[in-house]
């Protein structure tokens, strides 16, 4: 163009600027701003915001800002501009003090404005934040907007306010509302684990005539994650295949991880085994499946495929393959995956290191886990976490106590997690007193509002220590509903101490709950055994014969040469089962023989 002796003018600049924000080509950006400085449109206020844009655009923020303090006349637009530069860097200081500097000199935010302050407030997950933004976009004018309606639910759902975003929801008006709008109130259901209300939004979704989209079905694959939701997951999957979605590679990997996490590792293998186009995603999708299975020699082969294939594993793969050993003891493998997140790079990485310490203390190993920990160059509250955890797991509870007080002496706050790690702690020792001091401190020091698992380990310490008034009495203040691992802990506690009243009361809460497990008619039979009831334990054995309830037999598992073997009660069907069980036999003479001769030295 300018070889033929043509000028650019101020719409050349403009799409020249575009062209360079899509490239993020930075070299290329500054001689395009250095001829739009030697042309007549320098001071044009569209050349300017355009300029402006393609310097964000190539993460030059501070150039961005340089630029943008010198447009004389600032507009909407060149605003926008910078406040979505602030955003994507998450300045949100920043973002509110240029909506500020805005009203003060009169230039009226609009769409994109509040839609940025909502992005950006998100990153503080301040419910009080959007809904002032809500407000603030009201009072301008915009709520009858469906996209920014659309960012408002996500917002709230996200902030854990699902009843506002409903609200919003339906204040669309029908006609307006678009597949965005039904996908991310779908979406907020799901991130909560609102499995009803996904399947109940999805049907109306249908019923009132719209297409359901990739994003649809990836947010509902993603809430079929428990065994119990198979087949909800299947019908989805067949949904999927009739609206031509099972080609996409993101709703593959999704349903390899549904179908892994429901238990059909059958289906997620066939699955994976017909896609060509694997990616990092699906491999590890499918890595974890086994390993969260318990199938680590499957998963161990799977990995090395992997790297045969040419993927490399990324932290995520990793992460799953030291889950998957913590949640099997597998301690040499554990072992094996440290070595080789060493030799990739993770040596430092915190998240790994983390894992290792759950990993190691699961697995039985506490002296591991405390090096890793103690040689940590920077401690996150995971990590403290994690070693706290790792000391109360493994029965050292004074040291779990001392850490957290070392914790809390470096200023590092805990979290819920880390709370219900000292809880644990404190129930393992019996130490009621430290418990309750622990619990407390929780709510009047922190501020934090306790779980389920928090009151189900309080429950179990007063349990332990004979206080099953005090524990029935805090069972019903808990300001949300008890579930079966409360009423099951209260049970257990009632059987120990032969408390039968506390323990029908238990058991018949725990019927409401889950009248097919087998564990608290074994419990309240045990109990009624202890008062010679035998009445009520045979017709209770009636109960579970009616109710179809089948107690599953004790299992364990040892881990020899890296292959795992099954022992189930009463079963001897191990292929080494005559000599295993003449070992055990020769081992049981020995004891007792060793038995007989100590007594008999103490008595002469």
């Known amino acids: ?136 976009g009201i009072q301008i004018g915009i709520e009858c907007d469906v996209f920014v309606a659309n960012t408002w639910i996500s917002a709230y759902s996200k902030c854990n306010d699902l009843g506002s975003a409903k609200a919003v929801f339906d204040r669309i008006d029908m006609g307006m509302r678009t597949v965005v709008s039904w996908n991310s109130m779908i979406a907020g259901y799901s991130n909560s684990d609102k499995f009803v209300d996904v399947l109940n939004v999805y049907r109306q979704m249908l019923s009132d005539g719209y297409r359901p989209d990739i994003s649809t079905i990836l947010s509902i694959l993603s809430s079929c994650n428990q065994p119990n939701k198979l087949f909800q997951g299947m019908l989805i999957h067949c949904h999927g295949i009739q609206l031509g979605c099972d080609s996409d590679i993101y709703v593959i990997n999704d349903l390899i991880s549904m179908y892994s996490k429901c238990g059909d590792i059958p289906s997620a293998r066939f699955l994976f085994d017909g896609r060509r186009d694997r990616t990092c995603v699906s491999w590890t999708a499918m890595i974890s499946g086994y390993a969260e299975n318990g199938n680590m020699n499957e998963a161990l082969e799977l990995f090395h495929f992997m790297e045969a294939a040419g993927e490399k594993p990324d932290l995520v793969t990793v992460l799953s393959l030291v889950s998957g ?43 591991n886990a405390r090096e890793l920990f103690y040689a940590l160059p920077v401690r996150t509250v995971v990590s403290w976490t994690s070693i706290i955890s790792a000391c109360a797991l493994n029965g050292q509870s004074k040291e779990a106590l001392d850490l957290f007080c070392l914790m809390l002496e470096t200023g590092m706050k805990p979290n819920h997690l880390t709370f219900l790690a000292i809880l ?151 292929p080494e089962a005559l000599l295993i069980y003449a070992i055990i036999g020769s081992l049981d003479l020995q004891s007792k023989d060793n038995y007989y001769f100590l007594w008999s030295t103490c008595n002469d």
């Open 1 to 136: 163009m300018k070889q033929n002796g043509l000028e650019p003018n101020n719409f050349t600049f403009p799409f020249l600027a575009k062209a360079c924000a899509k490239l993020s080509n930075l070299k290329l950006s500054q001689t395009i701003h250095t001829d739009v400085v030697k042309s007549p449109f320098q001071y044009d206020i569209f050349v300017q915001t355009a300029i402006l844009d393609m310097y964000v655009k190539c993460n030059r923020l501070g150039d961005a800002y340089n630029l943008f303090e010198r447009i004389a006349r600032k507009d909407t637009a060149s605003c926008n501009v910078m406040l979505m530069g602030f955003v994507q860097s998450g300045f949100l200081y920043k973002v509110l003090c240029l909506v500020h500097d805005m009203r003060f000199a009169g230039i009226q935010p609009d769409t994109i404005t509040v839609m940025g302050l909502i992005q950006a407030s998100l990153t503080t997950k301040n419910l009080d934040l959007v809904k002032s933004i809500h407000a603030f």
């Open 325 to 367: 050993c913590g949640h099997t003891g597998t301690l040499e493998l554990g072992k094996w995956i440290h070595n080789y997140a060493l030799s990739i790079g993770l040596r430092d990485n915190v998240v790994v290191c983390n894992a290792l310490i759950d990993m190691y203390a699961k697995c039985g190993d506490l002296n």
């Open 424 to 574: 644990q702690a404190c129930t393992h020792a019996g130490l009621l007193e430290e418990g309750m001091e622990f619990f407390n401190m929780m709510t009047q020091d922190y501020y934090m509002i306790p779980g389920v698992d928090h009151y189900s380990c309080m429950v179990n310490l007063l349990g332990r220590k004979r206080k099953l008034k005090e524990a029935v009495d805090l069972v019903k203040n808990m300001p949300m509903k008890p579930d079966a691992g409360i009423w099951g802990a209260l049970l257990s506690a009632c059987r120990i101490h032969s408390n039968l009243e506390f323990g029908e009361y238990a058991f018949s809460r725990l019927l409401e709950s889950e009248p097919e497990v087998a564990v608290p008619y074994v419990e309240m039979a045990n109990i009624y055994a202890s008062e010679r009831r035998w009445d009520e334990v045979a017709t209770l054995r009636k109960v579970m014969k009616s109710n179809k309830v089948k107690k599953l037999p004790g299992q364990s598992f040892v881990h020899v040469n890296g292959k795992p073997h099954v022992f189930t009660v009463e079963d001897r069907g191990h």
